[in-house]
């Protein structure tokens, strides 16, 4: 056989054993399997990771969660734990636990922590004019991410939303959802709108109130101040016509009973009388 055969088949070879080589060497995590939230009666949970087998000793080990390391969590163990003590929705996520080596890529292993979506933003009521534009938001925790419908309810029934309209437009990213009304209608757009968050392991929902009043709102402050105006300036006109001729003093008649001539004469003639004796 030719070297240069013997030589390609000897590389072909090395190749071929390399991947199997490099999965051999590569560290070994034992991990815990994901764990469900009870939200409703929490519990304390402890997630776990221990590494079992590493060809090149580690350096130290931390935990992230969602792409974050989380502070204090860094030890030289190769056995590490992370305790959440009163778990909330907002605990959810993917947590890792992360081992660092002194000549070796750091090896990892994901736990899942999954939890009903629990909805911690959105608007109780929206007060608009007709013609102007509303929109409506909510905001979850949970782990997955949900996804999210809107629909507006009346009473014991409830209308499915969707794009389809022109006029509604609704817009999600992950645990936020975003419902717009453009030109608002005040006969069809008032009424209660709901927001639903669903993943794998539940759902949940909040309710918003939109109002659409009259364009003429802004004008009933002042319609109500000029109806008072009106009003009172009736009952001063009804008032004046209907008071009695006798309350009103005339004024060319005297104010007191006036002496007649005669008793004035009666007094002159008894004074030239007692002159006279």
Known sequence: MHPNTV?????LLGNLMLPFTTAQNEPKINASDQIILS??????????????????PHKESFWMKNGQEISNTR????????RINKPRADDSGEYMCV????TAPNANATIEVKATPAITGHKRSENKNEGEN?????KSVGYPHPTW????????SYTEIDNSTGRVFITNRDNYTELNIVNLDINTDPGVYECNATNAIGNTA??????????????????GVLAEIIILVVIIVVYEKRKRPDDILDDDEPAGPMKTNSTNNHKDKNIRQRNTK
């Open 134 to 138: 509303a929109m409506l938001y909510c």
């Open 75 to 82: 030890t030289e163990h190769a056995n590490t734990a992370y």
């Open 206 to 223: 909040q309710t918003t109130i939109l109002r659409v009043r009259s364009n003429l709102a802004p004008l009933w402050p002042f319609l």
């Open 149 to 156: 419908t809107w629909r507006k309810v009346d009473g014991t």
């Open 7 to 11: 030589m390609l088949a000897v590389v």
């Open 99 to 102: 081992y660092t080596f002194e």
């Open 39 to 56: 939200v409703d009666s929490p519990k304390p949970v402890t997630l776990v990771c221990n590494l079992t087998t590493a060809h090149t």
